[in-house]
């Protein structure tokens, strides 16, 4: 058939972790005989072209900020921590974690067979929180939410069920988020409220990461802030 050529106008969206960003990415577009070129990137490589670029000034900072996290989160997992993303990069970071960063925790309720075990975040390609329940009886009596929408728990060992909320913007890190049990156990939390916790009693490790993601929340409510 004849030759496709694939402009600026193709886009392809890749999933990488916080601790990827040093990592070669390879994309082709494949249109049933036609194919694109065999391309190989880094995060890394991207950040560098928008700093790079004086027209996308107003995005520096938030770039800066998502590489000093990708640099911490590269020490914290011991992952190609040997050639970090953030080397050289200066003015971020700068803020401690305030303890009144994250909206207070609120439970209320109380449903027999089930009770909050716990929160914490996950760390992948975007922040994600999950919220733990112990469960005596079946799983299937019980119904869940988040913020009104019905969501599937998933079941992480004998009688430990969790909820996870996922793909958490930035600048969203201090939004409450409400999990209902039976719409009658509720409890609302952040993930701020984790970060704010670990920014004092993890691991100098964690504590140096909570740091980071916090500064680049705040660099992202620049960008994108919340809505009056």
Request: net charge negative; glycine share 6%; charged share 20%.
């Amino acid at each position: 058939g004849p030759e496709h050529i694939y402009d600026a106008a193709e886009k392809v969206t890749v999933n990488v972790a916080a601790a990827q960003m040093n990592d070669e990415i390879t994309v082709q577009i494949v249109n049933g005989d036609d194919a694109s070129a065999v391309k190989t990137y880094t995060v890394l490589q991207y950040a560098q072209y928008v700093l790079g670029d004086e027209s996308l000034s107003n995005y520096h900072q938030l770039v800066k900020e998502m590489l000093n996290y990708g640099g911490f989160a590269q020490i914290y997992f011991e992952y190609n921590d040997e050639n970090p993303v953030n080397a050289g990069v200066e003015g971020v970071g700068a803020l401690e974690v305030p303890a009144d960063a994250a909206p207070e925790m609120a439970v209320s309720g109380k449903v027999d067979g089930i009770s909050i075990y716990g929160s914490t975040l996950v760390l992948r390609n975007k922040i994600a929180v999950r919220y733990y329940f112990t469960v005596s009886g079946d799983i299937s009596s019980y119904t869940f939410t988040v913020n009104g929408t019905p969501y599937q728990p998933e079941l992480k060992e004998e009688g430990l069920y969790y909820i996870e909320v996922a793909d958490i913007n930035p600048q969203d890190l201090d939004d409450a988020i409400t999990v209902a049990v039976n719409e009658t156990l509720t409890v609302s939390y952040s993930p701020m409220n984790y970060i704010v916790r670990m920014s004092t009693k993890g691991s100098d490790n964690l504590k140096a990461l909570m740091k980071a993601i916090y500064n680049y929340h705040l660099a992202a409510e620049v960008i994108c802030p919340d809505a009056e």
